[in-house]
């Protein structure tokens, strides 16, 4: 079965500084691969997918994320952190063989940031 | 862009109520889901619809049930609530058919349910 495992339920970096969240999955076959966001008292935002293709993704707000099929990981980063970042952001898999044909979500990190 | 509507935002509900979540989306899309949000343990997908008048069981069913009548709406079902119930829960949808695909799931701002 897929799982999704995202280092550190928080991590808090200063205004401007790097953001990297980690993320790590388990799939036998490479998966489709999704960022959300959710900020306070609100649903989940897509910010970036892969699906094929290049391997470097970019969406929304600044944010990329490098597929590495080698290490099974899809981290998300972004140059320089913004207060707005300041969020929960997810990582969840798909299989795209259908086997399961759901997400399947990881535990959520929260981003703080410092001013 | 896609519209995802969930009824309430907030709902206080008693113990052994009946409770109906309601949840609309406007852009046609096949497949539709519940989850619930907890702190630590992300997100729980507890029933899903891939069609009308389809549903399949998630990983959490238990104490729930759904129902999808049309299309565009799929409602979540507390039979008779309990104390464990208390969570936020989130709506989505999907286009695309078949188990998977590569399209994203777009969800509601959510239902912060209380039962007391």
Redesign the interface.
């Known amino acids: 079965a897929q799982s999704v495992t995202q280092l550190g339920s928080h991590v808090s970096v200063s205004e401007g500084a790097l953001v990297l969240l980690r993320c790590n999955y388990s799939s036998s076959v490479p998966p489709y691969l999704f960022w959300y966001v959710q900020y306070p008292n609100q649903g989940l935002q897509l910010l970036l997918k892969y699906t094929t293709g290049a391997t470097l993704v970019k969406g929304i707000n600044g944010f990329e994320a490098e597929f590495k099929k080698s290490e099974t990981s899809f981290h998300l980063t972004k140059p320089s952190a913004h207060m707005s970042d300041a969020a929960e952001y997810f990582c969840a898999v798909s299989d795209p063989r259908g086997s399961q044909g759901n997400l399947i979500f990881g535990k959520g990190t929260k981003l703080s940031v410092k001013p | 862009d896609v519209k ?1 509507t969930q009824s309430s ?1 907030y709902l206080v509900k008693r113990t052994g109520e009946k409770v109906f979540l309601e949840c609309v989306q406007d852009m046609d899309h096949e497949n539709m ?1 519940w989850y619930r949000q907890d702190p ?4 729980r ?1 507890i029933y ?1 619809s891939y069609d009308v008048k389809m549903k399949e069981k ?1 990983d959490i069913p238990e104490g729930y049930s759904v129902s999808r009548e049309k299309k565009e709406r799929f409602s979540l079902i507390l039979e008779s609530a309990s104390t464990n119930q208390t969570s936020m829960y ?1 709506c ?1 949808s999907r286009s695309g058919t ?5 399209q ?7 239902t ?1 349910l209380s039962i007391l």
């Open positions: 995802v935002r889901f630590g343990l992300g997100l997908l899903f998630g989130l989505a078949g188990w998977s695909s590569n994203p799931q777009h969800f509601g701002d959510g912060r």
